[in-house]
């Protein structure tokens, strides 16, 4: 035999590693793959990036909601959870504010706009709300009276179950 348990990995740079430290090491890039995001990318990949991240939490409920409040078009007689991510994550940004304003306002900090709007050499003070406007802004979303709340959300805060499809 090769003298090398299967539990074990040769790294390149000839480091020998149990699999389950090269696996966490192998998450822990992919977290900070992920983290590059927030700041390597312009606002027009981050957004519709985290309005997935946002709306993967999303209920059928919620997701029904939202289509029925922002008119949204569904294209299937009777969608499954799947058709109604499609539909409300394939509208033009600019027809959702106020979903696009909770998925960046739920995903990210104050901290991560604020690197995103010096990159974009756009103006960083105020609050939260003001940051997230202007990081909208700079991809053409009009700020909105309408913030987004998902029924699942504000359920949680009141302590109240949620209604469930059958």
Same mark, same amino acid.
């Given at each position: ?87 409300? !994550? ?7 504010? *106020?979903?696009?304003? $909770?998925?960046?306002? #739920?995903?990210? +900090? %104050? ?30 979303? !009009? ?7 998902? *029924?699942?959300?504000? $359920?949680?805060?009141? #302590?109240?179950? +949620? %209604?469930?499809?059958?």
């Amino acid at each position: 035999s090769s003298g090398i348990n299967a539990e074990w990995s040769l790294r390149p740079g000839g480091q020998v590693m149990s699999v389950d430290t090269v696996s966490q090491l192998e998450e822990e890039e992919e977290e900070r793959k992920e983290e590059a995001v927030y700041t390597d990318s312009p606002a027009d990949i981050i957004v519709p990036t985290m309005l997935q991240k946002y709306l993967s939490k999303a209920l059928v409920v919620d997701l029904q909601q939202m289509i029925s409040t922002y008119k949204i078009k569904v294209d299937v007689k009777r969608p499954k959870k799947a058709d109604l991510l499609r539909c409300v !994550s394939g509208a033009p940004l600019t027809q959702i504010p *106020g979903i696009v304003y $909770a998925a960046i306002d #739920k995903t990210m +900090t %104050a901290s991560d706009i604020k690197t995103n709007l010096t990159t974009a050499n756009l103006k960083t003070t105020g609050s939260k709300k003001d940051l997230i406007w202007r990081f909208l802004g700079s991809i053409g979303i !009009s700020e909105s009276n309408e913030v987004w709340e998902m *029924g699942s959300e504000v $359920a949680k805060k009141k #302590k109240v179950p +949620t %209604a469930t499809l059958r």
